[in-house]
């Protein structure tokens, strides 16, 4: 593939217009053009709409963008690998791990690590689960940590710890006293849950659909990180965890175990024939103390370490 005419691409549309882009390539606007146009014969995809006045991006192109934007950002990279070679500075690990708990579990044990092992480089990326697996499949990464089941060919997966689900409801809320809660207390409330697709959503709609019960209103929303804000905002209630919870704060926030016991799974993901290296080795160590103590803490985390 032409980098050249990736660059050109990625910039034209980040840009907005083949005049911004040939002014920062250093390039006529027609060499611009061709270049784009030999990288949409090349992928066989229409990236702009040049039925107009001006370049509009299509769907394919947006699509393609985001992915371009990766491919360059780790070229950009090879400057500093190369120095770090040079330098003696071999050993990295490139972790991924999905916003449900960067925070709580992936940036604790990361920190610890980073600390423990001075002579490691270490990257930390957040991707959404759909994207994650693709990516570690793909081997742009090492090792991810995430909600399972992830379900693809080219990934191995391995349990760490189970969270129990908890109603999260507003401190002030008239529930919020409960032991515990059923579905069926739940149904005349306002419900916050994830959008159609994402895991935390299929886990919600199997709560009440156990129940035989359907929630009211509801308020979708695109990640369980601003469900809780929109349930400390008094918008609602919402079924998550506490390590969803615990990113946002529990000052204003009551959380209340579900019953019947629904557990959610996180763990470790592998590429498939995966060469195991001594950082990685190392890294795992740590993360399982990290579980360990964080279960320690709280009934409702339980460690399931193969």
């Known amino acids: 593939m032409n980098i050249k005419a990736l660059r050109a691409f990625s910039i034209t549309l980040s840009e907005g217009?083949?005049?911004?882009?040939?002014?920062?390539?250093?390039?006529?606007?027609?060499?611009?053009?061709?270049?784009?146009?030999?990288?949409?014969?090349?992928?066989r995809l229409t990236l702009f709409d040049r039925s107009g006045r001006n370049l509009t991006p299509t769907p394919e192109g947006f699509a393609f963008y985001r992915e371009a934007g990766r491919i360059l950002e780790n070229l950009d990279e090879v400057p500093r690998i190369a120095a770090e070679i040079r330098a003696g500075r071999t050993e990295s690990l490139r972790i991924v791990t999905m916003p449900r708990i960067a925070q709580t579990l992936s940036a604790p044990a990361v920190a610890r690590f980073f600390k423990e092992y001075p002579?490691?480089?270490?990257?930390?990326?957040?991707?959404?689960?759909?994207?994650?697996?693709?990516?570690?499949?793909?081997?742009?990464y090492d090792i991810g940590i995430g909600a399972l089941p992830v379900e693809h060919p080219g990934i191995r997966t391995q349990p760490l710890l189970r969270v129990r689900a908890q109603a999260i409801l507003p401190a002030d809320h008239k529930l919020a006293k409960r032991q515990e809660l059923a579905a069926t207390a739940l149904v005349n409330e306002p419900i916050i849950r994830l959008m159609q697709g994402l895991l935390l959503r299929d886990q919600l709609d199997d709560i009440f659909h156990s129940a035989g019960v359907s929630p009211g209103q509801s308020c979708e929303v695109?990640?369980?990180?601003?469900?809780?804000?929109?349930?400390?905002?008094?918008?609602?209630?919402?079924i998550a965890d506490e390590l969803v919870s615990a990113q946002i704060g529990l000052e204003n926030l009551v959380l209340v175990p579900v019953i019947p016991e629904k557990w959610m799974t996180f763990g470790l993901l592998h590429p498939i024939s995966q060469h195991r290296?001594?950082?990685?080795?190392?890294?795992?160590?740590?993360?399982?103390?990290?579980?360990?103590?964080?279960?320690?803490?709280?009934?409702?985390?339980?460690?399931?370490?193969?």
């Open 277 to 306: 290296t001594e950082a990685l080795c190392r890294f795992e160590m740590v993360l399982q103390d990290v579980v360990r103590e964080l279960a320690g803490q709280s009934p409702t985390l339980e460690v399931v370490l193969d």
């Open 119 to 140: 002579d490691i480089n270490v990257s930390l990326d957040v991707r959404a689960r759909r994207e994650a697996g693709k990516w570690l499949a793909g081997r742009e």
């Open 222 to 238: 695109a990640s369980s990180q601003l469900a809780c804000s929109l349930v400390a905002e008094g918008a609602g209630i919402t």
């Open 17 to 43: 217009s083949l005049i911004a882009a040939s002014e920062i390539l250093h390039l006529s606007q027609p060499a611009v053009s061709r270049l784009i146009s030999g990288l949409e014969a090349e992928l």
